[in-house]
C-alpha cells in the first residue's frame, strides 16, 4: 500500500469503531423484530425456542378485518392532524413573524403543550370531554345548545383534537424559525416589486420555507403514526375499534393476545409505510429543487 492510500485510508479507520457500534445499535433491533415476525413466538419464549412460520403472520394480519379498520383509523388519525396542524402552525407563524413586545413570553406559552407528557394530556382531554362534568358540555349548557357524548359518538375527532392542541406549536415553533431566517434581500426585493402580503407570502415566503415544512411535515406524520399513550388514556382504542390506531393494536397484540409474532409482523407493516412515506417525500423534496433550477436556468437564458 503506497503512502497516498494509506492517508486515504486513515480517517476511515478512526470512524469505523464509531460506525459499527452504531450500525448494531440501530439495526439489531430492526433485525430481531424483523426475523421475530416470521416466528410462532409466545412471550413464555426465548426467540430461538420459537417455531419458523414463514409469511403465516403476515398473511393472517392481511385477511384480518380488525386490521384493516386499526389501519384505516391510523391513516385518517395520521392526516387528519398533520394537516390541521400545518395549516393552523404555520398560520400562527406567519401571523406571528413580527415585532411584538413580550414575544418571548407569548413562544414560550405556545410551547407549554408540548412540554405535557403524553398521559397527562389524555387525562386532561378526558375530564374536559366527559359527558357530566366536562368543560365542553357546560359551555353548551351555558350558551342553551344539548349535551354531546365526545368520546362514545365522537371518539376519533375527540383524539384528533387532544393531539391537534398538543402538538401544533411543534409546526409553530419550527415554521417561525423557518421564517425569521429568511433573507431579508429577497422579502425587499418583492416589497419594492410591489408585491401584496398575501402575495409575498405565496410566491416568496411559502416556497423559500418548504425544505424546512417538508422535514416538519415528514416528523409530525412519522410521529402521528406511532402516537399510543393519549389514545390508550382518553378512549383505550374504543369505543370499537373506532380509535384503535395501530401503535395500539400491536401493543395489545403482543400483551393481550401474547402473539409477539404477529404484533412484530404489524410493526414492520408499520415501518414499510413510514419508509414509503419518508421516500415519497425526499423524491418530492429532489423534484422541487430539480424543477427550480431549471427555471432558474430557463430565466438565466432568457435574459
Known amino acids: 500500500m503506497n503512502r497516498f492510500s494509506a492517508n486515504r485510508l486513515t480517517p476511515y479507520l478512526f470512524m469505523a469503531p464509531a460506525a459499527l457500534v452504531m450500525l448494531l445499535a440501530l439495526f439489531y433491533p430492526i433485525a430481531y423484530m424483523i426475523w421475530g415476525?416470521?416466528?410462532?413466538?409466545?412471550?413464555?419464549?426465548?426467540?430461538?425456542?420459537?417455531?419458523?412460520?414463514?409469511?403465516?403472520?403476515?398473511?393472517?394480519?392481511?385477511?384480518?378485518?380488525?386490521?384493516?379498520?386499526?389501519?384505516?383509523?391510523t391513516l385518517v388519525f395520521a392526516f387528519s392532524v398533520v394537516s390541521v396542524e400545518m395549516v393552523l402552525g404555520v398560520g400562527l407563524a406567519l401571523l406571528l413573524d413580527r415585532k411584538i413586545r413580550g414575544m418571548s413570553l407569548l413562544r414560550t406559552l405556545f410551547i407549554l403543550p408540548m412540554m405535557i407528557a403524553p398521559v397527562v394530556v389524555g387525562l386532561v382531554w378526558r375530564y374536559m370531554f366527559h359527558q357530566t362534568y366536562g368543560t365542553f358540555n357546560r359551555m353548551l349548557?351555558?350558551?342553551?345548545?344539548?349535551?354531546?357524548?365526545?368520546?362514545?359518538?365522537?371518539?376519533?375527532?375527540?383524539?384528533?383534537?387532544?393531539?391537534?392542541?398538543?402538538?401544533?406549536?411543534?409546526?409553530?415553533?419550527?415554521?417561525?424559525?423557518?421564517?425569521?431566517?429568511?433573507?431579508?434581500?429577497?422579502?425587499?426585493?418583492?416589497?419594492?416589486?410591489?408585491?401584496?402580503?398575501?402575495?409575498?407570502?405565496?410566491?416568496?415566503?411559502?416556497p423559500l420555507m418548504a425544505p424546512v415544512l417538508i422535514v416538519t411535515l415528514l416528523?409530525?406524520?412519522?410521529?402521528?403514526?406511532?402516537?399510543?399513550?393519549?389514545?390508550?388514556?382518553?378512549?383505550?382504542?374504543?369505543?370499537?375499534?373506532?380509535?384503535?390506531?395501530?401503535?395500539?393494536?400491536?401493543?395489545?397484540?403482543?400483551?393481550?393476545?401474547?402473539?409477539?409474532?404477529?404484533?412484530?409482523?404489524?410493526?414492520?407493516?408499520?415501518?414499510?409505510?413510514?419508509?414509503?412515506?419518508t421516500l415519497g417525500m425526499f423524491a418530492f423534496t429532489r423534484w422541487q429543487e430539480a424543477r427550480a433550477r431549471r427555471l432558474r436556468f430557463t430565466n438565466q437564458e432568457e435574459s
Not at 231 to 256: D, N, S
Request: no cysteine; glycine share 6%; net charge negative.
Open 37 to 73: 415476525s416470521f416466528r410462532s413466538w409466545d412471550p413464555s419464549q426465548s426467540i430461538t425456542e420459537t417455531d419458523f412460520v414463514g409469511l403465516a403472520n403476515y398473511m393472517k394480519l392481511l385477511a384480518d378485518p380488525a386490521f384493516h379498520e386499526s389501519f384505516w383509523v
Open 219 to 277: 416528523l409530525r406524520l412519522i410521529d402521528a403514526f406511532k402516537v399510543l399513550e393519549v389514545i390508550l388514556v382518553l378512549t383505550g382504542g374504543g369505543p370499537g375499534l373506532q380509535t384503535e390506531i395501530l401503535a395500539l393494536r400491536i401493543a395489545r397484540t403482543a400483551r393481550e393476545f401474547r402473539e409477539l409474532g404477529e404484533a412484530a409482523a404489524m410493526s414492520n407493516m408499520l415501518l414499510m409505510l413510514l419508509m414509503v412515506l
Open 141 to 206: 349548557d351555558a350558551v342553551g345548545l344539548p349535551r354531546v357524548d365526545w368520546l362514545g359518538q365522537n371518539p376519533l375527532l375527540s383524539v384528533i383534537i387532544a393531539d391537534i392542541w398538543q402538538w401544533t406549536p411543534f409546526i409553530f415553533i419550527l415554521s417561525l424559525a423557518a421564517l425569521q431566517s429568511l433573507p431579508r434581500s429577497a422579502l425587499e426585493a418583492a416589497r419594492i416589486d410591489g408585491a401584496t402580503p398575501l402575495q409575498q407570502i405565496w410566491h416568496v415566503k411559502l
